[in-house]
């Protein structure tokens, strides 16, 4: 994770010396110049990130089948390490009674139904979801190297996405796919579409970014480092990467997390740029769509209207 990081150091005080915005320059600290009685928290806080991402292909011994990856133990070992400073993991109670409506409505409705179901089932979809009603107080370097982390792996997933999506026209798609052919199914979680053609029966796949686990994960990752980008340092050369990346996915998933957040971001944030450079963007795919096979990825996003 070092070098990730020393390159957000590099970007962003070359940002600084520009005379970019200063706040934006302090972003330059890595995990290394965060004060150690910060570094517990922060570890708290990327260890889910890297469940989700790096991880999120690898199974739990003997759970494989269930879709069960490392994500899962990793977030609830991120819980135990914010227990030890005393008093930095807490209930927000916002979100903890939220929690409990959903709960109690998912029981409910099961209940009255009538029919036969899952108590297990239901025991892990709530222990999924009760990490998110727990906070952690951090202080503002904690943020920003959390966020440049994550910038900084969603810059190497988009590469290995764009590189997976160019090199199956070179080589074979098993070794563009290498954890779907050569890990051992044992270490690998099943039920997830994760090496899928672009249409059913092509030869060409939908980029995943190698470790996310289906290309709809790879771009909702994706739309979720363009918000944050543009949030924040906005560098025009990683939102082109990213978007790209999104493109070779071939999922919709993520442009539509994009049409919900951007118009949000736009008007709080007052970013009219982005919309003129969401139209670029768009005049560009409309130019390019049938040497990218858009018309796949048009028809997949008019499947969230169909029934």
Not at 91 to 96: A, F, K, Y
Not at 252 to 281: H, Q, S
């Amino acid at each position: 994770m070092e070098p990730l990081n020393q390159a957000f150091r590099d970007d962003t005080g070359r940002q600084a010396r520009a005379g970019g915005n200063p706040r934006r320059g302090q972003g330059a600290s890595g995990i290394g110049h965060v004060a150690a009685n910060d570094r517990l928290v922060l570890w708290m806080l990327l260890l889910p990130v890297l469940g989700a991402s790096l991880f999120s292909k690898f199974a739990v011994p003997g759970v494989r089948a269930d879709g069960i990856g490392m994500g899962f133990p990793l977030i609830y070992l991120a819980v135990i390490i914010g227990t030890l400073p005393p008093g930095s993991l807490r209930l927000e109670p916002v979100r903890l009674a939220f929690f409990c409506l959903m709960a109690g409505a998912i029981g409910g409705f099961t209940v009255l139904q009538g029919e036969h179901f899952s108590l297990p089932s239901l025991a892990l979809l709530m222990l999924l979801h009760f990490p998110y009603v727990l906070y952690v107080a951090g202080g503002e370097r904690v943020l920003e190297t959390l966020t440049g982390t994550f910038l900084n792996l969603a810059v190497m997933i988009a590469f290995l996405g764009l590189c997976q999506y160019a090199l199956q026209f070179l080589v074979p798609a098993a070794y563009v796919f290498p954890l779907e052919n050569f890990l051992p199914a044992e270490w690998r979680v099943s039920g997830f579409n994760m090496q899928a053609p672009i249409t059913y029966g092509a030869d060409l796949y939908r980029a995943n970014g190698v470790f996310m686990q289906e290309p709809s994960f790879f771009s909702q990752f994706l739309a979720i480092a363009v918000l944050v980008e543009l949030a924040g340092p906005s560098r025009l050369w990683r939102l082109g990467l990213y978007f790209l990346a999104i493109v070779a996915s071939h999922s919709g998933t993520g442009l539509v997390i994009l049409a919900a957040g951007v118009p949000l971001l736009v008007i709080a944030r007052r970013r009219w740029d982005v919309v003129a450079a969401a139209m670029i963007a768009a005049l560009l795919l409309v130019l390019a769509g049938p040497q990218l096979h858009l018309e796949h990825l048009v028809a997949r996003i008019g499947e969230f209207g169909s029934e």
